[in-house]
């Protein structure tokens, strides 16, 4: 619900079929609250049609908890399931540099903790440095800066980025590392879209890895990855040029493949 009314967009594959048959939310698609609207590749999103009514039937519908705050406990008290509906990010990141960072209004010597356990932890309010890489993947945020100037600081989220996570950040220089498919594309612009100045990382060598290392963009039942509509729309020049890439020839470049040494 809160993701619903602050993106006012939300992808059909991510809402949980028992959400789909519950009263509840057809009578959001009959009163005209939300629509479907399919996707041009396929698939397709819950557009928000009248923000205000959809909030209003929100607090009028549900308990004060669940409308404040989606949690697990929340949903096991309204829906006996902790996964049907969508939490709120608690705002744990992961975070790795070399030097001292402000996290929520303390000053934190990163650099001790990345060396002596490799990463530090924290639930965010803020974080405030000069330069911050947010990388995708677990183990690629572990190494990052085998590939990056070590002077970044890498960030990444657990339970995944999301619009609530980069505007936490407090930041001269913003990069994001992700893999080199639609679904990293489309976080790098939602990204873009809060820092306009945010940067994707490229590798030099981009080309070579994609002939080396790069896989099927089918998943493993055969369903084929589909471009957001943001991605689609981008005319921004690497997004282009990776996007045409995967239409191409129907594969893409995980970021792991960077730290390959043949």
């Not at 509840?24 to 996707?39: M, R, S, V």
């Not at 975070?95 to 010597?109: A, L």
Request: glycine share 4%; with cysteine.
């Amino acid at each position: 619900m809160n993701k619903i009314i602050s993106e006012e967009r939300l992808n059909s594959s991510s809402v949980a079929q028992s959400v789909k048959k519950s009263g509840d939310f057809k009578t959001l698609l009959a009163c005209g609250f939300i629509e479907y609207q399919k996707a041009v590749s396929g698939g397709g999103s819950y557009v928000v049609k009248n923000n205000q009514q959809l909030k209003n039937y929100f607090a009028d519908k549900f308990p004060k908890q669940l409308h404040d705050s989606f949690t697990a406990d929340a949903n096991v008290g309204t829906f006996r399931n902790t996964k049907i509906g969508k939490r709120v990010s608690q705002n744990i990141i992961l975070i790795r540099g070399f030097k001292n960072i402000q996290i929520n209004d303390n000053i934190i010597d990163l650099e001790k903790y990345t060396k002596e356990y490799g990463t530090f932890s924290a639930q965010v309010n803020t974080i405030k440095t000069e330069k911050i890489c947010i990388v995708e993947n677990l183990d690629t945020f572990l190494q990052a800066e085998k590939v990056m100037d070590n002077n970044i600081v890498f960030i990444h989220p657990y339970g995944g980025l999301s619009k609530s996570v980069v505007k936490k950040l407090k930041v001269n220089e913003l990069w994001v590392f992700p893999d080199y498919d639609y679904k990293g594309l489309q976080n790098y612009l939602m990204v873009k879209s809060i820092f306009p100045n945010s940067e994707l990382f490229y590798p030099k060598d981009y080309e070579n890895l994609f002939k080396k290392y790069s896989r099927s963009i089918k998943t493993k039942n055969g369903k084929e990855q589909n471009p957001h509509k943001t991605v689609q729309e981008s005319k921004d020049q690497l997004v282009c040029k990776i996007r045409t890439d995967i239409y191409q020839t129907k594969r893409f470049l995980e970021q792991q493949a960077l730290f390959q040494n043949d």
